[in-house]
């Protein structure tokens, strides 16, 4: 999954693809082809920064950003196109444009998020947090955070399937780096076969992230071993989808698993 981050903020790559306060279509569009001829098999786009801190987009601003750029896709691919949303109106929208998949980093529980999921007939992606992603990492805590995430999990799959969103349809991503310390994202990464381990795909969005710094001491721009580190142990666990920025680069990785574990 190609991360297309359509947004002035985001962590990695904020604002590379504007001109001024807009989107450009012709850099929008060069940075999907190349990740498509790269191997990416589905292209995620976010119109909302969920970095710690990040601002608040109002749903004008998300619909316009996301919603565009999925028009913009689909007119010149064939792919298929995630949208990494939590906000109704951007599920529906992104949908009547050509999206097929709506990847949600607070599972759904927007007020009317659940029964707009449900009326795009498209397939979800259900995330942990804690928090909100302004205020995520002030002080993350559980009692027990194994148990606390799966059940969470669990939950919002009870309250899907309660709506009408059938369980053949939801992906899990247990939500490295949100509302999590280096010691709970660790702790989820060497048990993440209990959540691949349900019967669902799981998907992993590692790429980058403040953990690989916090480990490593690199900057952001320096974090591709480290993501790629996290890639292959996300694949020996039973991930099925993996979140990146570098899509040739994880292609090389899910290529040497494949490899090794094929036979």
Known sequence: MGILNVTPDSFYDGGTLFVGQSVDKSKLLKRVEAMLDAGADLIDVGGESTRPGSDVVTTEQELDRVVTAVDW??????????????????????????????????????????????????????????????????????????AEVETFL??????????????????LDVGFGFGK??????????????????????????????????????????????????????????????RVHDVKETVDIVKIYTALHSG
Do not use: W
């Open 73 to 146: 896709i689909r007119q010149h691919f064939d792919t298929i196109i995630s949208v990494d949303t939590s906000t109704p109106e951007v599920m529906i929208e992104s949908q009547k444009a050509g999206a097929g998949l709506i990847n949600d980093v607070r599972a759904l529980q927007r007020p009317g998020a659940v029964v707009a999921a449900k009326a795009t007939g498209l397939a979800v992606c259900l995330m942990h947090m804690q928090g909100e992603p302004q205020s995520m990492q002030a002080n993350p805590q559980y009692f027990d955070l194994l």
């Open 181 to 242: 310390t280096l010691d709970d994202n660790l702790r989820l990464m060497r048990n993440l076969k209990r959540y691949c381990d349900l019967p669902f795909a799981h998907l992993v969005g590692v790429s980058r992230k403040s953990m690989i710094g916090t480990i490593t001491g690199c900057e952001v721009g320096e974090r591709l071993n480290g993501s790629l580190a996290l890639a292959y142990e996300s694949l020996c666990q039973g991930a099925k989808i993996l």
């Open 154 to 171: 669990l939950k919002r799959i009870d309250v899907c399937a309660e709506a009408g969103i059938p369980k053949s349809q939801i992906i």
